[in-house]
C-alpha cells in the first residue's frame, strides 16, 4: 500500500510540474495571439462600379504632306455668294479687251434665284452684218430655253472689206485672236457677277456666228460643254478635246452651200472619234452618231429650207443643250 501510495505522489507532483512550466508558454502564446488580433490590418477597398476600359489610342505616326487639292472643274463660281441683287432681264453691256471695248446683250430671266443654285450659260454668236439684237429677235432658242439659262450674245467688231465697203461686223476665229479672248474675258465677268455653271457653258452661232462658234469649241473645248453651229462652215483648225457638237444645215441654203455642214459634221466626227454609222433620234429630224470618245458626241440635223433658222431647228438645239443641262 505503502509502495502504491507514493508513485501516486510522485505522479501527482510530475504532473503538477509539467502544468507550472507549460505555464508561461501559454500565457506567451495567448499574448501573441492577443497582439496577433490588434495588429493593424489594411482595410480593403470598396467595391467600385466597372467603368469600361480605357482606350488609349495609338500615337499616329507622321503623314506626309498633303498636297494642294485642285479646284474643282464645276464650282460654284464668285457669282454665285453675291445673292440675289441681279439685274434682271435684257441690257447691254461693254468689257475692255485688249484695250478696246467690247459689246455684249445680256439676257437674264426673270426668274433667276442664284439661292437655288447655278444655271447654265448660253453664248449666242451673230452672222455677218449682224448685231446681238437682230440675232435674238430671230435665232429663238432663247426662247426655247424659257427661262432655263443665261443667254449672251457678244457682238463683233465693224470692219470694211471688198464685200463690204462700208464695214460689216465680223470675227476673228484664230484660237489666239482677239473674239477668243474675248469669250474668256466675258465667261470671266459673268462667272463672277452670276450664279452659271462652269460644268454648263453651251455656244451658238448662226452663218458667220456658227464658224465663230466651231473656233470656239476648238479652242475651249475643255470649258465648253456643248456648241450647236447653224449655216456654217469649218474654221480650218484641227481640236484638241472636242465639246459635244450639233450641226444644222439646210439642204436648199444658197449662202453657205450644203456640203459645209457636211464638211463640219465629218470634222467634228473625226475630232471626237465618233463611229461612222448614225441612228436617228426619237422624235426628231437629227441623227446622232455613237462610239465618240471622251465628252464627246456629235448629232447632225438637216432641213429642207434655206439658210434662216427655222422653229423646230431652234428647238433641236436647246433639247441638245438641256440633255446636258441636267446632267
Known amino acids: 500500500m505503502r509502495k502504491l501510495l507514493g508513485q501516486l505522489l510522485c ?18 502564446t ?12 489594411p482595410r480593403r477597398p470598396a467595391p467600385q462600379r466597372p467603368t469600361a476600359p480605357r482606350v488609349v489610342a495609338p500615337t499616329p505616326a507622321p503623314s506626309p504632306p498633303t498636297p494642294p487639292t485642285p479646284a474643282p472643274s464645276a464650282e460654284p463660281v464668285a457669282g454665285c455668294r453675291l445673292g440675289a441683287a441681279v439685274t434682271r432681264g435684257v441690257t447691254e453691256g461693254t468689257l475692255p479687251v485688249d484695250g478696246v471695248e467690247r459689246a455684249y446683250l445680256l439676257s437674264v430671266p426673270e426668274r433667276y434665284d442664284p439661292r437655288a443654285g ?12 449682224g448685231t446681238p439684237t437682230s440675232l435674238r429677235s430671230y435665232l429663238r432658242v ?10 449672251v450674245y457678244p457682238a463683233g467688231i465693224r470692219e470694211a472689206s471688198r464685200r463690204h465697203p462700208q464695214g460689216s461686223t465680223r470675227w476673228d476665229v484664230r484660237a489666239d485672236g482677239r473674239d477668243v479672248a474675248f469669250f474668256d474675258a466675258l465667261l470671266a465677268r459673268l462667272s463672277g457677277t452670276h450664279c452659271v455653271d462652269a460644268r454648263r457653258v453651251f455656244v451658238v452661232g448662226h452663218s458667220a456666228g456658227a464658224v465663230m462658234t466651231n473656233a470656239i469649241g476648238c479652242a475651249r473645248g475643255a470649258s465648253i460643254r456643248a456648241i450647236a453651229p447653224i449655216a456654217g462652215m469649218w474654221a480650218g483648225r484641227r481640236c484638241a478635246d472636242a465639246p459635244a457638237v450639233l450641226v444644222v444645215h439646210g439642204r436648199a441654203d444658197g449662202d453657205v452651200a450644203f456640203h459645209y455642214g457636211e464638211e463640219t459634221r465629218d470634222r467634228w466626227l473625226a475630232a471626237a472619234a465618233c463611229g461612222p454609222e448614225p441612228v436617228a433620234v426619237e422624235g426628231s429630224p437629227c441623227v446622232r452618231y455613237g462610239g465618240c470618245a471622251g465628252r464627246g458626241a456629235v448629232e447632225f440635223c438637216t432641213h429642207e429650207g434655206n439658210h434662216g433658222v427655222p422653229a423646230p431647228m431652234a428647238h433641236e438645239v436647246w433639247r441638245f443643250f438641256a440633255s446636258y443641262a441636267r446632267r
Open 142 to 151: 432663247e426662247r426655247e430655253a424659257a427661262g432655263a439659262a443665261i443667254f
Open 30 to 41: 495567448h499574448r501573441h495571439r492577443r497582439a496577433s488580433h490588434h495588429r493593424p490590418v
Open 11 to 28: 505522479a501527482s507532483l510530475v504532473l503538477l510540474a509539467g502544468a507550472v512550466d507549460a505555464s508561461p508558454h501559454r500565457r506567451r
Open 118 to 129: 447655278p444655271v447654265p450659260l448660253v453664248f449666242a454668236y451673230h452672222g455677218l452684218t
